[in-house]
């Protein structure tokens, strides 16, 4: 993970990375469009260019532009190993663990529709930001009591401050 | 008549009490977000964007113009005290401002900064004022073709100017553009990018990609350090009286050369409050008599600077309202409120909606006159707010992101729209790519395709019509300069120095 890292924050892997992000995209895209047969059957039918045509001239610049790239990045990384193997190789100094916060919080709220449709808003909330106030108070201050009184008690303001603006003031229906 | 108008707007705004509140509100909270370290303009307005949408059209631009102007103050709190910019055009502030509150002068700097401010945002307001009607004009005569030029122009301008290569910036245009094509086409009712999904039939709404894009992956990117401790700060020192006013009053060179430079460069295109802080430093630092004290606590490297940001905001508003072009990301994010509200920013906009356009010069107005006062009267407090432990807003700012999302049409679809875009707006953090030219994309696709199509319509199906028009052609002629320049920029440097080189010889 720590090589991932180290790969990123090199020029040559995120143009390897920017090739590929583009260039599979687009490629999904074409595939998309090609596998539509009603959009693909109104190109070149009288002045109207049709709908087809934009989605296909953008994606083509964008493969274009990627392969591009994923050349440039492919070549970088030929010249780096050919270099690398000569003299000593560079040091991976940026943890993995930089990152494990934002997925897991990225993951908790992918979670958080499904839980407030079975449980309500109110208590899906107060159950959804309670252990990440703990956690994150724990990290800044290293006591666990301390950090459960806060975390708890934010997460219950925080969670009625919301009910009370978006349900409460704007009747949005949750 | 313009006068007029404006009065009334801004009278009818004053008597009513909902309105002011929400416009004290927004103040407040601007002021607060802007100043809190990890929360930007765009960001503040992308995660409140949704609690506007119950309001009428003109309250919530009201709503979202006090966030946005009190929040571009509110950066310059943070840049003072704890040397951290609170939004990107702060950044400049800092150089100077710091190094004042570091001297026992914080509360001079935050008045200095304030004033500067309200200056700089009046004469933004007077450009925007006096530009704009002329601009809608002009553009009101364009038809299809201009157009069509006009958002490729856009397009390309944004991603020239975002941060890292044109070409990364244009490729994520294109992402966006695709974006802007997902759901149902208009003209034939053929479906497009839907992945036989019924959550993508209806489109890809403007405001999920923005409060995910700006709101949700700013606090995936902030969340690890979110342990860190505020750097301390010495709260005595804005706690002092505050300093007499022929001493801020003279000051007033540098406060007006700010104000025009941050005006104009705000209106050109994604140039940005960034690019308009930095010529202004630069220019202070010229004119000033005493250049070496630059960096080590000049009040003019803190005046001239945040006059020009804050002039910047009428700047950006010009090519938005005349062209329907966002000028940056916070306008592409109020451009997004505007058109959940059925208003499409625009030349058209003068026309169908005077009534419309007054209401948004008098919140300006209001909202440039409230951050004075509520800045002035809570000075002594506001620093504060730099206590808040940011893990705790964080959070709550990932939740008003998932609620807010639902908000905008009841729809969890809406929800996962802005998951998948805080996702995407990571990625691209993690790839060093600028996030802010898809949602350009998604804002100008419909306005380019609509256009290019019916150009070709009109033409017969021949793109000669873009040939007829000259101001079509210059604005594909620049945009192609915009793509070449800077691959062309590398090799004429290079064949510059190798001529060096052998005249030397």
Known sequence: MRSFNAFLDRAVGRDLACGLLFSGIALVGFINVSGNT????????GPDPGPALLPLTVLSFMLLGGSLLLLKGLAGWALHSRRTAEQTPPQNNVPFGRHTHAVALFVSLLALPSVVTSLGFLPATWLFATPWLIWLEYRRCHRLRRALLLGIMTAALLSLALYLIFITLLGVAL | M?????????????ASPWGLMLAVLGTLLGIVLGALPGVSSTMALAIL???????DPAF???????????????????????NIPGTPGAIVTQLDGHPLARAGRAKEALVYALIASSVGGVIGLALLVVTA?????????????????????????????????TVRGLLVGAVGLLCGMVGFDALTDVSRFTFDTRGLQGGIELVPLCVGLFGLAEVLRNLHGSHRATPEFDMQSTQLPLPNLRTIAGRWASMLRGSFIGAFVGAIPAAGSAIA???????????????ERFGHGAVEGVVGPE???????????????????????????????????????????????PGFVSSLYAGFFLALLLTLVIGLLLMRWLPWVLRIPSHTLLIGIALLCVVGAYAIRSSMADVYIMLFFGAVGYVLYLLSLPAAPLAFGLILGPLLEENLRRSLLLGRGSWEVFLHSPIAMGL??????????????????????????????
């Open chain 1, 38 to 45: 009603m959009l693909m059957n109104t190109l070149g039918r």
């Open chain 2, 2 to 14: 313009l006068i007029d108008s404006f009065l009334t707007s801004l009278l009818a705004t004053l």
């Open chain 2, 49 to 55: 964007l949704p609690l506007s949408f119950g309001m």
């Open chain 2, 60 to 82: 919530a631009i009201l709503f979202l113009l006090c966030v946005f102007v009190a929040s571009v103050y509110g950066g310059s709190i943070s840049a003072i005290l704890i």
């Open chain 2, 133 to 165: 009607p002329m601009l809608a004009s002009i553009a009101m005569r364009f038809k299809s073709p201009e157009f069509t030029a006009i958002a490729v122009f856009g397009l390309v301008l944004l991603a020239y100017a975002s941060p890292g290569s």
């Open chain 2, 277 to 291: 802080v930095a010529i202004a430093y630069a220019q202070e630092m010229r004119f000033s008599r005493h250049p």
């Open chain 2, 307 to 353: 006059a020009a940001n804050s002039s910047s905001i009428g700047g950006t508003l010009i090519p938005m309202m005349t062209l329907g072009v966002p000028g940056d990301a916070i306008t592409a994010v109020l451009m997004g409120s505007l058109l959940i509200h059925g208003l499409r920013p625009g030349p058209m906009l003068f026309a169908e909606n």
């Open chain 2, 476 to 505: 594909f002629g620049l945009s192609l300069l915009a793509i070449i320049l800077p691959l062309l920029a590398p090799l004429w440097v290079r064949l510059g120095n190798d001529i060096k080189r052998v005249r030397m010889h």
